[in-house]
């Protein structure tokens, strides 16, 4: 060690110290000047082994007790014999720059680097160099520091890689996720409230505007991909441009129950909502709210996951639809028309009318054609109900060829008028299928005060078996009644 560095303070030093020779890499230095290197960094990346020649040229002077402690050696002797496993792999990539600094004639250096224990552990260093007074020419000795900042870049590490799996969580995750920024609605909520407003339900009734002003205040910040998938996106500046088209119609009624939430205190709460994607397509979502952790008090992040169950609705739909509609003829079935007629019973509405109807000749088609032929013609008959037929009334399928038309509020004329809507679209629909023509027994029947629904049924059904005996008499055919008791239409009134 040179008399100018006082040994005491440098072998008791806290950080790993390190006096190095570099006047042989000085000297490889100036031959490749004189080869016209002026370029070092990418004269040096060109070729690693460039690299590892300026390395084997370094010589190791002195080291502090901290520098042997750190890099795990007995002695300096036994670090020198190691040099070559302390100082490789991701090292060179970074003794580039030291290297460059020296060439370029720069007196100091520092970067970030990874050196290894004698034992195979690998540390990372902050390394810091600088030239000795005296030696500015020669690079005859230079004054190195390697400070372990393992822990620190551990850290860093980590904190990369949770930031790179939230990120790619989000990104690809199967469920619709928004970032967005309710900082703004809080303000205005907390307004509100500061102005001495308690009901906060019945001053959103009295100002809706407040609400649609709170919808603009909404900032999203991001959008994962699987929201661009299910609104149909192109990508998030599609989304976020045309962000209108996606909340439109009904939005404000749920956004409501959100504020509410919100002025409540529940920051974490989830309810189902109508969205729409680019397309004009409807969407179902059930929409999960949350406020992120740390940001109770602001609300400047909170993220919403949308699940689409426009599948589910879907399906939920049409297993409501099976439960009250027959398949063959898509009019409303018996369980259907039991539950109206017990409606209508408990309703003081009144008058109501009933129309029953059987078509004529259902059998003799099945036995000589087949129940194919048949079903054509009840679909036939199905079409030409849901014609004539629309809400509040109702038209039925409640037997195998026995069909119900309930008429809430309709007088005797009224019923009257639609079972000649109700002939007058059977004629046309046999202009269309001349070779099997569709015929019908019908009877209606209007509530007199006081009168049960079940009795107003058992009258039209009575009438529609009188109009069915006169047709098959007219044929020639004998029809025997059968008891009211066991026919069809027959209810029981709960």
């Known amino acids: 060690m040179t008399n100018s560095f006082d040994s005491g303070i440098f072998n008791l030093?806290?950080?790993?110290?390190?006096?190095?020779?570099?006047?042989?890499?000085?000297?490889?230095?100036?031959t490749w000047r004189g080869q016209g290197v002026t370029d070092i960094r990418t004269f040096l990346r060109e070729d690693r082994d460039r690299v590892l020649?300026?390395?084997?040229?370094?010589?190791?002077?002195?080291?502090?007790?901290?520098?042997?402690?750190?890099?795990?050696?007995?002695?300096?002797?036994?670090?020198?014999?190691?040099?070559?496993?302390?100082?490789?792999?991701?090292?060179?990539?970074?003794?580039?720059?030291?290297?460059a600094a020296l060439f370029d004639g720069e007196l100091s250096f520092s970067s970030t680097t990874v050196n290894y224990a004698i034992s195979g552990t690998r540390l990372d260093i902050q390394l810091r160099g600088a030239v000795l007074p005296g030696y500015e020419k020669t690079l005859g000795r230079l004054l190195?520091?390697?400070?372990?900042i393992t822990r620190q870049e551990e850290a860093r590490r980590a904190e990369i890689e949770q930031r790179r799996q939230a990120?790619?969580?989000?990104?690809?995750?199967?469920?619709?996720?928004?970032?967005?920024?309710?900082?703004?609605?809080?303000?205005?909520?907390?307004?509100?409230?500061?102005?001495?407003?308690?009901?906060?339900?019945?001053?959103?009734?009295?100002?809706?505007?407040?609400?649609?002003?709170?919808?603009?205040?909404?900032?999203?910040?991001?959008?994962?991909?699987?929201?661009?998938?299910?609104?149909?996106?192109?990508?998030?500046?599609?989304?976020?441009?045309?962000?209108?088209?996606?909340?439109?119609?009904?939005?404000?009624?749920?956004f409501r129950e959100q504020l509410m939430e919100l002025w409540n205190g529940n920051l974490f709460h989830h309810r189902e909502v109508i969205n729409y994607a680019?397309?004009?397509?409807?969407?179902?979502?059930?929409?999960?709210?949350?406020?992120?952790?740390?940001?109770?008090?602001?609300?400047?992040?909170?993220?919403?996951?949308?699940a689409d169950i426009t599948a589910r609705k879907k399906a939920e739909a049409y297993l409501e639809y099976l439960g009250k509609h027959d398949v063959l003829t898509k009019l409303y079935n018996r369980a259907f028309y039991v539950e109206e007629i017990n409606r209508l019973e408990r309703?003081?509405?009144?008058?109501?009318?009933?129309?029953?109807?059987?078509?004529?000749?259902?059998?003799?088609?099945?036995?000589?054609?087949?129940?194919?032929?048949?079903?054509?013609?009840?679909?036939?008959?199905?079409?030409i109900l849901n014609g004539a037929v629309s809400p509040p009334n109702h038209a039925c399928r409640i037997g195998g060829d026995e069909f119900a038309v309930l008429l809430p509020g309709a007088d005797a004329k009224a019923a009257a008028a639609m079972v000649d809507t109700i002939l007058e679209l059977l004629k046309i629909n046999n202009q269309f299928y001349s070779s099997?023509?569709?015929?019908?027994?019908?009877?209606?029947?209007?509530?007199?005060?006081?009168?049960?629904?079940?009795?107003?049924?058992?009258?039209?059904?009575?009438?529609?078996?009188?109009?069915?005996?006169?047709?098959?008499?007219?044929?020639?055919?004998?029809?025997?009644?059968?008891?009211?008791?066991?026919?069809?239409?027959?209810?029981?009134?709960?």
């Not at 709170?214 to 599609?238: H, W, Y």
């Open 347 to 383: 309703k003081l509405l009144r008058p109501v009318s009933a129309i029953v109807i059987d078509l004529n000749g259902l059998k003799e088609m099945n036995d000589q054609l087949g129940h194919d032929a048949g079903d054509g013609l009840l679909r036939r008959f199905g079409e």
């Open 436 to 494: 099997a023509p569709l015929s019908m027994a019908c009877g209606a029947a209007t509530s007199e005060p006081g009168e049960a629904m079940e009795s107003v049924v058992k009258r039209a059904d009575q009438l529609m078996y009188e109009q069915k005996k006169a047709y098959y008499a007219k044929r020639g055919v004998h029809q025997t009644e059968k008891p009211a008791a066991q026919h069809k239409t027959t209810t029981q009134v709960r």
């Open 278 to 306: 680019l397309d004009g397509s409807e969407r179902h979502i059930l929409l999960h709210f949350s406020v992120f952790p740390g940001h109770e008090g602001d609300w400047s992040r909170v993220q919403v996951a949308l």
């Open 13 to 30: 030093a806290p950080i790993a110290m390190w006096i190095e020779d570099f006047s042989e890499v000085q000297a490889l230095f100036d």
């Open 144 to 148: 190195l520091t390697t400070e372990d």
């Open 167 to 254: 990120e790619g969580i989000f990104e690809h995750s199967p469920v619709s996720l928004w970032l967005e920024d309710f900082s703004r609605i809080r303000m205005l909520i907390e307004d509100i409230r500061n102005r001495g407003i308690t009901d906060f339900r019945t001053f959103m009734d009295v100002h809706p505007e407040f609400v649609r002003q709170c919808m603009s205040e909404i900032r999203v910040i991001d959008v994962n991909q699987a929201t661009l998938d299910l609104f149909g996106a192109k990508d998030r500046s599609d989304l976020l441009q045309r962000l209108n088209e996606v909340f439109r119609d009904d939005m404000e009624k749920p």
């Open 53 to 99: 020649a300026c390395s084997r040229r370094i010589r190791v002077l002195e080291v502090n007790a901290k520098t042997l402690e750190l890099f795990e050696a007995d002695s300096l002797e036994h670090l020198r014999a190691n040099i070559a496993s302390v100082f490789r792999d991701d090292m060179l990539d970074t003794h580039i720059n030291e290297l």
